[in-house]
C-alpha cells in the first residue's frame, strides 16, 4: 500500500499514477473516463462488485489455496481403481518440466517463425501418434475424446454425405451426451446392441440397422467396459459393403500391444490422450485426437489444425505450417468445417514428450503391465465369495466391470466404506448402467501394485463379511 | 529496440532423426514376480487378431537427449513471456502470474480424479463454485458453467440452449436462423452452423458499428438469436447493444454475449445491463490463463436464472455447508466436455481474481483501456497506418488498424510486416478473416506492459515502416533473425505433398525421389 492509500500492482506496470498522467497527457485525454465514452450511462454498472477483499502478496494467496487445497484428498495419497476415461498412469517428469516451460505455456498463436518450436513440437505430437496409430494423418488435439468422436462422426456424414449413425450402445454415457448434443439435429444416432455375455457388437443388431442413409459405425476398443472387442475387422467389413465407415475410439496406452484400429479396418480413429503424460487434474487434462488415412476426401474434412513440414529459402532448413488452411472455419467462418480455436495443444506437446521418452519398448511394457497387473487384480477379486468379475466373458484391457449383484451391497455403500479404509472404489455403475444392478467398473494401471491390489481384496472381503 | 536480436535457432532434427536403436527415455513401473507367476505374460489372453504384431515405429531416445530436443525448441517459441505480446489484437496476451501456476502443479490439483467421492474434493469444488459467484458479479448473470473447454464451445453452448429453448416452446423447426456480425468471432458463426443454423452476417455500417437497419431487416419468426461480440475485433463499443437484444427479444430470438474478450470491461459495463440471456468469459484471455500454445483452456459460460435448467451437467452447488454436483437440470442440453472442465484454468482465475479483488479488476480494465489508446495514438502516427472506422476515434481495449496505405505506398503488406517484425523479437498477428478492413492488423495491448514496453514495440513498426518505405524487399524477403527463413507455403496446400506426419514426409520423399 502507498502513502496515498492508492495499491500498486505487480501485474499492471502503468498503474503507477505518475506514468498513467503521462500517457493521458500523450493520448490528449484528461481521465481514463474520457476513453469510456462511447458506454452509455444506462449501461454502467454503477455498484462496487462483491468481491473478496483482494490478498495482495503471494504469502497471503498461498495460505489461503493451501487452506482449501487440504480439504481434498489425493489418489497419491489413497489407493485409487478410478477409470472411466480419465486415468491416473505413471507421469514422467519430463513431461511436467516441457508443458511448464515459459515458451511453451504462454504461446498461442504465432507465425510458422517465431512459433516454428510450437508447430515442430505439434507436428512431432502428430507424427509420433501416427506410429502408435499406423495411420498417416492425426490432428492438432481437440477438447478430448468426446469431441474427437464427435467430430469423427461429423466427418462421416460430410464425406459419405450420409445422415445417419450408427453407435455402439457400451461407449462412456457422458461420452454420448455430448456425440448427440454436437449432432443435434443434423444428425440420427441410432444405437446398436451389444451381447449381453460377452460385451461385443451384436452383428446381427448391426447389419439389420445399417441402411442407405448410414454414415458409419462408431464404437470403442477397448471398449468403456474394458473389454476387448474382436470383431474389428467384420464390423468394418459391414460397413465398408455398405458404403459406410467404420470410426474407431481408442486407449492409445493399449496401442504398445494392441492391434491399432487401422489394422482392422477403421477409416477414422479417435480416443484422449490425458494418459500420455499427463496429470488428471480432476478431469481437466483431457486432450482428443483424430486420425485418418492421407486421402484428401478425410484430409480436407477435418476442422482441426494440422500442422505440416515443409521446406524453407535455406536449402536443407525445416519449415512448418498450417495444411490446408482454407477448410477451417478461420478461412470460411461457418463455410469450413465445424470450428476451430482454443482446443488442448499444450497437453498435445506433452503427449508428443510422452511417446519419444518411452519409444517402441515402453509402450509395450506398459500395455503388458496393465494387462498383468488388472488380470491379476481379476483373479484375485474373483476369489471373493458372490464377486464376479469380470462381468463380461471376455479378454480385457486396464477396466473390468466388478459384479457385487450377489453379495447385496449397493456400490455406494461399498465405496463409503473402501473409503474410510484410503482406497477409491471403482466407479459406481448403477446409474450410468441401470440394467446391471450392483456393479462397479475398476482401473488397473501400471501404477498400481500388487500390494494396492490385495489390499483392495482384504478390505472388500471384511466389508461384505459384515451386513452394513 | 533490439536491432541485434536473434531467436534461438539450434538447427534441431525432427525427433525421429535422433533415433538410435536401444536407447530408453524412461522405465515403465516393474509388475511383481508373484503376478507374472499367477497371470502368466498378460498377452496369452488376447485374441491373436487382437494381438499387436510390429511394434509402433516410435524413436528410441535416451532421456537427457529428449530433454534437450524438447528444451532446445521450446527455445524457439515465443511466448508471452518472452515478447510484448501486444500484437495478437482480440486474444488478451496478459501475464499469467507465477504463484498460480504453482498451484495447478499441486498434487491437490493434479492427482485428483473426477470421480472421486464429492466428499474428498470439497476443496476442487469450492474453487469452482466460488469463481461462479465471482463471474456473477462481474457480468450479472446468475449461474456459471465452465465445462466448455474453450471459446468456440462455450459459443456451442449458447447456440445448444438457444435450440433447445425453441424446441420446447415448439417453434424450433420455424426458427433456423442465428443472426452474428462480421466482427464477432469466426466461432460465433461456425458453432451456429454446426448445430444445423443459417447463419446471417451483419456488416457494419460507416461507423464501423454493425449496421442496426440490417438487424431489423434481418430478424423474423424464423430468428433464433444473436450472437455477438462486444467491443468486436474494431475495439468500438457498440453502444447500441441494448438495441440489438430489444430487436432479437420482440422477433422472439435469445441474445448471446461473447465476451471472450472482456478485458476493458470488467467493472464498468455487464452483460445484463444489455438484457443478454446468456454470455460467456474466456479464462485463457481477461482472466490470465495461459494460452499454452493454444489450449486446454476454458469458455466459462453464465446465463440467466430461466436457463439454468438448460445447462450442461453437472452444475456445482453449495447447501452452505457442503459443495456438490447437480446432475439434475430438467431442460439440460446434456454434456460439451467429459467432467467439469480444465480444472487447471478455473483455478488460476479464481487466484487471479482474489490476488486483485473488485478494485483490482477494475484498474486491469481501465490500465488495458488507456494502454490501448496511447498505442493508438502512437500508431496513428506511423506513415502507411491508420484506424480502421476513423469516424469511431473511441477505442476499448483494442484496435483493427490497416496497411492499406502502406501496402499502395510500398507493395509491403501485413503478412510482410508481420514477418520482418519477428527479426526485432516481436509478433504481430494480421487478423482474422475475411479482411473486411484491408491489410489488417489487430493490436490489444492489455494491462500488463510498461510503457517502455509499448514504446519498444512501437519502434519495431515504425523502423519496419521506415525500412518498407526505403527498400519494400526487406520485409518481402523477411525474416532474417528468426529460427527459420520464410517457408514455401505451396507444399501445405498440395495433397500430393502435403505431410502432417513424419511418415507421410518420408513416404513422400521417396515417391518425389
Known sequence: MKKDGKRVYPYIPNSVPKIKEQMLKEIGAKSIEELYADIPENLRYKSKMNLPPPLTSENALKRHIDEIFAKNKTCEENISFLGGGCYRHQVPAICDEINQRSEFLTAYAGEPYEDHGRFQSLFEYESLMGELLDMDVVNVPTYDWSQAASTAIRMAERITGRKEILVSAIISPERLMVIKNYCHPVLKIRMVKHCPETGRLDLDDLKSKFSKDTAGIYFENPSYLGFIEAQGQTIADIAHKKGALSIVGVDPTSLGILTPPSQYGADIVCGDIQGLGIHMFYGGGMGGFIATHDEEKFVMEYPSRLFGITTTTVEGEYGFGDVAYERTSFAEREEGKEFVGTHSALWGITAGVYLALMGPEGMKELGTAILQKSQYAMKQLSTINRVKVPRFDSSHFKEFVVDFNETGFKIKDINKALLDKGIFGGRDLSEEFPEFGYCALYCVTEVITKKDIDTLVESLEEILRNPL | ?513
Open chain 2, 1 to 513: 529496440m533490439r536491432e541485434k536480436f536473434h531467436q534461438a535457432k539450434w538447427d534441431e532434427p525432427v525427433i525421429f532423426e535422433l533415433h538410435t536403436p536401444g536407447e530408453r527415455g524412461v522405465l515403465v513401473p516393474e509388475v511383481e514376480q508373484e503376478i507374472q507367476e499367477t497371470v502368466g505374460d498378460g498377452i496369452s489372453q488376447i485374441p491373436e487378431q487382437m494381438r499387436r504384431k510390429n511394434k509402433p515405429a516410435l524413436p528410441e531416445v535416451s532421456q537427457m537427449r529428449v530433454l534437450k530436443h524438447f528444451l532446445r525448441i521450446s527455445q524457439h517459441t515465443l511466448g508471452a513471456d518472452f515478447n510484448i505480446d501486444i500484437g495478437q489484437g482480440t486474444c488478451t496476451m496478459k501475464y499469467s502470474p507465477k504463484i498460480n501456476e504453482s498451484f495447478v502443479r499441486s498434487p491437490k490439483a493434479a492427482e485428483i480424479h473426477p470421480c472421486q467421492d464429492e466428499d474428498t474434493v470439497q476443496g476442487a469444488l469450492e474453487v469452482i463454485y466460488k469463481l461462479d459467484t465471482f463471474l456473477q458479479e462481474i457480468s450479472g448473470m446468475d449461474k456459471f458453467t465452465f465445462q466448455p473447454g474453450g471459446g468456440a464451445a462455450a459459443i456451442l453452448v449458447m447456440v445448444s440452449i438457444i435450440q433447445k429453448y425453441h424446441e420446447l416452446r415448439g417453434d424450433g423447426q420455424e426458427r433456423d436462423e442465428i443472426i452474428t456480425t462480421i466482427f464477432s468471432h469466426p466461432s460465433d458463426a461456425a458453432a451456429a452452423a454446426v448445430k444445423g443454423y443459417k447463419v446471417i452476417t451483419l456488416y457494419p455500417d460507416e461507423s464501423g458499428l454493425p449496421d442496426i437497419e440490417a438487424l431489423k431487416k434481418a430478424v423474423s419468426k424464423k430468428t433464433a438469436g444473436l450472437l455477438i461480440t462486444n467491443p468486436e475485433d474494431t475495439g468500438i463499443f457498440n453502444y447500441k447493444i441494448q438495441e440489438f437484444t430489444r430487436i432479437v427479444h420482440e422477433a422472439g430470438g435469445l441474445c448471446g454475449y461473447d465476451q471472450a474478450n472482456a478485458n476493458g470491461l470488467l467493472g464498468i459495463t455487464r452483460a445484463k445491463e444489455a438484457d443478454f440471456d446468456m454470455c460467456f468469459f474466456n479464462l485463457h484471455k481477461s482472466f490470465s490463463s495461459p494460452h499454452g500454445c493454444g489450449g486446454p483452456a476454458t469458455g466459462a459460460l453464465g446465463v440467466r436464472e430461466n436457463f439454468i435448467d438448460y445447462m450442461p451437467i453437472p452444475l456445482v452447488d453449495f447447501d452452505g455447508k457442503k459443495y456438490s454436483l447437480n446432475h439434475n437440470l430438467p431442460h439440460s442440453i446434456g454434456k460439451v466436455r467429459s467432467f467439469y472442465g480444465v480444472f487447471p484454468a478455473v483455478l488460476r482465475a479464481y487466484s487471479w481474481i482474489m490476488s486483485l479483488g473488485a478494485e483490482g479488476l477494475r484498474e486491469v480494465a481501465e490500465v488495458a483501456v488507456l494502454n490501448n489508446n496511447y498505442v493508438m495514438k502512437k500508431i496513428q502516427q506511423i506513415k502507411g497506418a491508420a484506424i480502421s472506422y476513423p469516424k469511431s476515434p473511441c477505442r476499448i481495449e483494442q484496435v483493427r488498424y490497416t496497411w492499406e496505405k502502406l501496402t499502395e505506398d510500398t507493395g509491403v503488406s501485413t503478412e510482410d510486416v508481420t514477418n520482418r517484425m519477428v527479426d526485432f523479437g516481436f509478433h504481430l498477428w494480421s487478423s482474422h478473416h475475411p479482411w473486411v478492413v484491408p491489410q489488417p492488423f489487430t493490436i490489444e495491448p492489455t494491462e500488463s506492459y510498461s510503457k517502455a514496453e509499448l514504446d519498444e514495440y512501437l519502434a519495431g513498426l515504425e523502423k519496419t515502416v521506415d525500412e518498407a518505405y526505403e527498400d519494400p524487399g526487406k520485409a518481402k524477403n523477411a525474416p532474417y533473425q528468426s529460427v527459420s527463413h520464410k517457408i514455401d507455403h505451396h507444399p501445405l496446400d498440395d495433397p500430393e505433398k502435403w505431410a502432417v506426419t513424419w511418415r507421410a514426409y518420408l513416404k513422400k520423399q521417396k515417391k518425389g525421389g
